[in-house]
């Protein structure tokens, strides 16, 4: 499988819950969305791999989509700047809620 994206992503940020492996239900925010995946900010992001729940909370709905992490950064010491540490997501397969929502957002499949 490979981590490289299909499509672009827009700078988008959305509130989302994710479970995967041993972690339980976490509060989240997105900074990037795309047809196929997100970014996800977290401070601990799950490892590549990791099968994946999501519930995003659109502007209209809440919608539950799987997914796997395909990528992860972790955070760096304290007071250094730089990237959010965080996880990509690939999405399994995104209902038409989601696909309409990122259409409206501008993004090509």
């Known amino acids: 499988m490979s981590d490289q994206r299909s499509a672009e992503r827009i700078d ?3 509130a989302l819950k994710f479970a995967g492996g041993r972690s339980p239900l976490t509060w989240a ?3 990037n969305v795309g047809p196929g995946g997100l970014f996800v ?3 601990t992001p799950p490892r ?3 099968r994946l729940d999501l519930e995003l ?3 209209d709905c809440i919608i539950r989509i799987g997914g796997r992490s395909v990528w992860q950064r972790v955070a760096r010491r304290r007071g250094v700047a730089g990237e959010p540490a965080g996880f990509g997501v690939r999405f399994s397969d995104p209902p038409p809620e989601w696909t309409s929502f990122i259409a409206g957002l501008g ?3």
């Open 57 to 59: 909370d659109l502007p």
């Open 12 to 14: 988008h940020k959305l």
């Open 48 to 50: 590549p791999g990791t």
């Open 41 to 43: 900010v977290s401070s």
């Open 107 to 109: 993004a090509a499949p």
């Open 29 to 31: 925010m997105s900074t």
